[in-house]
């Protein structure tokens, strides 16, 4: 494989660095990588223009092995070697904050849409519980606050490019020569 990739466990780590569930910690290192694989897939498509091609990633590694023959001829032997995942890309490290950030609000969707905040619960007098929909409610807006923050990065991540020193410039210039409006404000 030609060209630099991005392991998906760097995305997997910065997930996890933004959220706390002790359900990760009692998981197997294969479990909790599946788990973490599927909130990765379903957020990828709410990353709407990313710089690279988020539907280029893959789940192997190819091994390219040459053996030299005694007729003077080399034969290659391409070896799938099976690994966690990967992007065929070098992702910048605001493109994996970008997909981090959308892994939370999958995760999120996905403590909705749990059983246990639809079943109806009883407690005693020596228990103290709270209204499943005020929990709801609240998971519910932290949700809409984690895609109002994507949506804001990938706006930042869309008005800016960094130049050939290295330094963050504004994309304005270029939007605006690609505006189907023109000087005037008249539509072409």
């Known amino acids: 494989m030609e060209g630099k990739t991005t392991p ?4 997997y780590d910065s997930f996890l660095s933004k959220i706390t569930d ?3 910690m009692e998981l197997t290192k294969e479990d909790t ?3 973490l694989k599927e909130l990765l897939l379903s957020a990828m498509h709410k990353f709407e223009f990313p710089r690279f091609d988020i539907t280029d990633y893959a789940f192997y590694t190819e091994k ?9 001829k080399d034969y290659e032997t391409v070896v799938k070697v099976e690994d966690e995942g990967h992007f065929n890309s070098e992702l910048t490290p605001e493109e994996i904050n970008i997909l981090a950030t959308y892994m939370i609000v999958e995760w999120l969707g996905q ?11 009883y407690s005693g007098s020596d228990f103290k519980f709270t209204s499943q929909a005020n929990h709801m409610s609240k998971i519910l807006t932290l949700k ?11 706006r930042l991540y869309k008005r800016r490019r960094k130049d050939k020193n ?11 020569e690609d505006s189907p409006y023109t000087k005037e404000g008249e539509r072409l």
């Open 8 to 11: 998906f466990s760097i995305i």
């Open 22 to 24: 002790d359900m990760y």
């Open 33 to 35: 990588h599946k788990l």
């Open 64 to 72: 390219i092995t040459t053996m030299p023959s005694i007729d003077g």
């Open 111 to 121: 403590q909705l849409a749990t059983v246990e905040n639809v079943r109806m619960k």
């Open 144 to 154: 809409k606050d984690y895609e109002r923050e994507g949506f804001h990065l990938q």
């Open 166 to 176: 290295g330094i963050m410039r504004s994309t304005f210039g270029i939007i605006m």
